[in-house]
């Protein structure tokens, strides 16, 4: 009897055990798995809208006929969701659209006067998701990104603490590699340095105004967070570091680099190394040349020609063979995903992947109608395989629904009113 | 950071020990307090360093030796090691550090002796504390709250020590100028604006020319620009120096102004230039001061005189010339609006949202050529209110191609480089446009340059109650023929400089 108390059995020692009187009850209790495997929550970003006229379905639901730039989605169509008609604030239009369709891509904050730029930025949703889970895993949140140009903080971060504190992002491979798999420096004197170098910070933070303050608060909060990250390593020791081949430093050809970034991004997801990721493909504007697919223009001035100019519709077809590329990054890791067997499924059937753009069209600096794709099986909660026309929610209700799909209490945020619904 | 380590441990490493992010920016500058923020993971890259710095036996070695014998020697070594350590603190704090801190930091040093190590490797330690403390890695300006008033106090002596050598070398004070601090002489203008000559006339003034003018110009990242191989023709293949030769130009003009103190409106039409052999093709000067020495892309630089003033200048320059243009073809709204934004000091706005834009667009695509295209894109009013201010700067230097080489036409238009500015004024090509910034506009350009080097001083954009100090120092400047080192006196003995408002702005 003594074997029924474990929750899980091998085949060979329930054979052994029962031989050929097993009968089909026994299956169920074999099969079960200790513990449903944990949803990991990714938010990938493409800079500068999309050529939006090749992005939409024209038709709705299963059967839809994707145009395009949707087309590269076969491979992985039935775990995709594609998502229309969302809004992100919608009305709302700021002079500078670039850093709008950046900065508050992930917590549809309203202009307001808590960020100093009067940019719009507040804790975004990856942070309140990693709030709730982080503390189960060896780094609470991941954040990546290709460009590492030194550009305006609002056109180079997603992920945000707070209002005006961005979480930053990795792009050199061997560094995430060392973030996620080696072990955090943890000396007996690391301990006491971070020990007594919080206590300086507080000290100071008593004696500093406006925004050295906020900085040093800032500087507080880090420290922490490393010493949350020591604990829990101490705890959790990492018995076979994964083993990947990577090249020193920052590979100069822009795919060979995405493509590295997202291997490590389905390593960590698989390892369950963490549960909480951003990915920027690239800054905003992006000013990329993408000589890859031969396109010598750089995709910010593509993307600002007026389609209803000569050349602008000239220029329609190579917007669009940008945009396919970045979704072709994404298909990738997505099939990777789907190739990684858990449980009972894959891994990507317990991931919720969003992917899309802060803006519609770059040209308009719009947000209404957002190009936006769903991945992953959400752990049951979504299903995907269709296009979704929507009527005018709010990005912040898909917001809402990612939060709620991580286990986060959230009543609602921002311009949310209800998680959106039709995901499932 | 780097280059804080440097002059903590008077030590320069050839590799990163660490791979840190570019600093965002914000204003035009990284040096912005509001953009530079310490989320946790790079927090995880100062402590990694720190560890990796203090792991290196020869770096220990070395600060040891040279430390030890400057040091004075008690009857007690655990005395002299804290005696050290305590100077560094100084040097690492910009400040005398306080009685609890050095006791915190030295408290290191003990706690490793303790537990047996040598007394290298537990000064090591002490030091690993050091380098990623927030007094350290952040520019604090936590003063004396007692000197407050209306929300505003003075800096102190080290405050003002730190801002200084910050503008001027981008690291720590030296120990002249810490001196100085040390003996409360720095809060005399007099000294203050001493101070700043010596450190404008110093090597590490270096830093200063690279990393403002660079960014003032708005060519930092003039090596990633790629013109098309069509307009590059034969510079094709070497991409790299052309860029470099670009740049540098610029630099090696700002210097000279710099170390000659000549009139900052020598930035805009000097009587020289700086070429070298990259240079004299892009520019066609035919009569080459190299003859039979160095070899395409060398690195041979000769100041060269100006006869021809369709050259010299931050504005026409190569290197201002391609970056505001497409690979394939010129860019005359982002050459206007760099004009505006860099040398004029108008700010123009964003463009509205749903506006048709032209960038990107080939110039005699259509028929029509570029000065006819924008002529109609300004019949349309929403367009019109800025772009009367932009196209006819950026079209009176239509006459240099994307690389900046000269051209009297392009295709089989004659090239029509006259203009209006938006107050009337009338002028021709390059040259009428350096006329303006030499006589009538000379004030808007003073001041749109000295607007740049306060943001970048005080790393903070100018703010309204800044608008009559920058008035001020412009007087002053253009008093004394508008000095490079005028200009800077001016900006470090002004108030703002000189003070901390306590309390943020309200919006």
New interface residues.
């Given amino acids: 009897m003594n074997i029924l108390r474990k929750r899980t059995l091998s085949r060979r020692t329930l054979l052994r055990g029962a031989g050929s009187m097993l009968a089909l009850p026994w299956l169920e209790i074999m099969s079960a798995p200790a513990k449903a495997a944990p949803l990991r929550s990714v938010f990938m970003f493409v800079p500068g809208g999309v050529n939006h006229d090749e992005w939409v379905p024209k038709t709705e639901g299963a059967d839809y006929e994707p145009g395009k730039t949707l087309a590269a989605l076969a491979p992985v169509r039935q775990h995709v969701l594609v998502l229309s008609g969302i809004n992100a604030r919608h009305g709302e ?1 700021g ?3 670039h850093p709008l369709g950046t900065a508050p891509w992930l917590s549809s904050a309203p202009l307001n ?1 808590k960020d ?2 009067g940019y719009c930025t507040d804790i975004s949703v990856d942070q309140l998701i990693a709030n709730q889970v982080g503390k189960g895993t060896r780094l609470p949140s991941l ?1 990546l990104g290709c460009d ?6 609002h056109e ?2 997603i992920s945000w ?1 707070g209002p ?9 491979p061997q ?1 995430i590699y060392n ?1 996620l798999f080696a072990d ?2 943890a000396d ?3 301990t ?3 020990d ?2 919080r ?3 507080k000290r ?1 933070s008593g ?6 303050k906020e ?2 608060d ?2 507080f ?3 922490r ?2 010493e949350r990250r020591i604990e829990f390593a101490s705890r959790h020791q990492l018995e076979n570091p994964p083993e990947i081949k990577l090249p020193d ?1 920052v590979p100069s050809d822009y795919l060979e680099h995405a493509h590295l970034l997202t291997d490590l991004l389905v390593l960590a997801l698989q390892t369950d190394t963490t549960r909480v990721s951003t990915f920027m493909l690239n800054n905003e504007p992006g000013r990329r ?1 993408w000589n890859e697919i031969g396109v ?3 995709h910010h ?2 993307a ?3 389609p ?4 602008g519709r000239d ?1 329609l077809d190579k917007l669009q063979r940008i945009d396919q590329a970045y979704v072709e990054i994404f298909v990738r890791m997505l099939q990777q995903l789907a190739a990684l067997p858990e449980g009972e499924g894959t891994v990507l059937d317990h991931c919720q992947i969003a992917y899309g753009s802060g803006l519609t069209w770059g ?4 947000r209404d109608d957002l190009p936006l794709l769903l991945a992953g099986g959400g752990n049951g909660m979504i299903r995907g395989g269709r296009h979704v026309r929507y009527r005018g929610e709010a990005f912040a209700d898909l917001h809402l629904a990612m939060l709620r799909n991580a286990g986060a209490q959230i009543e609602r945020t921002a311009d949310s009113t209800a998680p959106l619904r039709g995901l499932a | 950071m780097p280059e804080m380590v440097r002059f903590v441990l008077h030590r320069q490493f050839q590799e990163p020990l660490v791979h840190l992010p570019p600093d965002p920016a914000a204003h035009g500058f990284d040096s912005m307090a509001e953009s530079l923020n310490l989320p946790p993971f790079l927090m995880e890259k100062y402590l990694d360093a720190a560890e990796k710095l203090t792991a290196r036996e020869d770096v220990w070695q070395a600060f040891i030796k040279r430390a030890r014998p400057r040091q004075q020697q008690t009857g007690d070594p655990a005395e002299t090691d804290r005696g050290i350590i305590a100077d560094v603190l100084k040097r690492a704090f910009r400040r005398p550090p306080e009685e609890g801190e050095v006791t915190r930091y030295t408290g290191f040093y003990d706690l490793a002796i303790k537990n047996g190590e040598d007394r290298e490797r537990a000064m090591a330690v002490a030091l690993r504390a050091i380098l990623v403390a927030p007094q350290f890695l952040f520019r604090l300006e936590s003063g004396v709250a007692s000197e407050e008033k209306g929300g505003v106090r003075p800096l102190t002596d080290h405050e003002l020590a730190a801002r200084l050598s910050y503008f001027l070398w981008d690291t720590i004070p030296d120990p002249e100028l810490s001196r100085a601090a040390d003996e409360g002489a720095l809060r005399d203008p007099e000294v203050l604006a001493a101070q700043a000559r010596r450190m404008l006339r110093h090597p590490r003034a270096e830093e200063f020319i690279r990393d403002f003018s660079l960014q003032w110009l708005r060519i930092q990242n003039i090596s990633s620009h790629a013109p098309d191989p069509s307009v590059l023709g034969a510079f094709n293949n070497r991409l790299k120096n052309f860029n470099e030769a670009l740049a540098s130009e610029v630099l090696l003009l700002f210097a000279t102004v710099m170390a000659e103190d000549r009139s900052v409106l020598d930035l805009v039409d000097p009587d020289f230039t700086w070429v070298n052999l990259t240079l004299c093709n892009v520019y066609g000067i035919e009569n080459r001061p190299y003859t039979g020495v160095g070899k395409p892309g060398s690195a041979e630089w000769l100041r060269y005189p100006i006869t021809d003033r369709r050259r010299g200048g931050i504005i026409t320059a190569g290197a201002t010339l391609m970056v505001n243009s497409n690979p394939t073809h010129t860019n005359p709204i982002k050459r206007g609006k760099w004009l505006l934004e860099a040398v004029l000091g108008q700010e123009p706005p964003p463009p509205l949202p749903n506006v048709p834009n032209l960038e990107a667009t080939p110039v005699v695509q259509g028929g029509l050529p570029i000065r006819e295209k924008l002529a109609q894109h300004r019949t349309d009013a929403a367009c019109a209110s800025c772009h009367a201010r932009l196209d006819p700067l950026g079209l009176a230097l239509e006459n240099y191609d994307a690389i900046g080489v000269w051209r009297d036409s392009e295709g089989k238009a004659e090239i029509d480089a006259s203009g209006t500015l938006k107050d009337g004024t009338k002028f021709n090509g390059p040259i009428g446009l350096k006329d303006l910034l030499r006589g009538p506009k000379r004030n808007e350009f003073v001041r749109c340059l000295t607007e740049h080097l306060f943001t970048y001083a005080l790393g903070r954009p100018v703010q309204h109650y800044d608008i009559a100090t920058i008035h001020g120092i412009v007087k002053k400047a253009e008093a004394d023929d508008n000095r490079f080192s005028t200009l800077i006196t001016e900006i470090v003995k002004s108030y703002p400089f000189c003070h901390l408002k306590t309390k943020p702005d309200t919006l």
């Fill in positions: 239009v002079a500078n659209g006067d100093r730029g954040e590492s140009d030194s550009r305006s903080m180079t971060n603490r005006a504190s961005p979480m930053g992002k990795e792009f050199n560094d973030r955090p420096k007996a004197y690391c006491s340095i971070l007594a170098v206590e300086d910070a100071l004696q500093l105004g406006g925004i050295d900085k040093i800032e500087y909060e880090a420290v967070s490393i430093g040349h010598k223009e750089d001035g593509l600002h020609l007026d209803r100019s000569a050349e220029k040209r308009l600096h719009n």
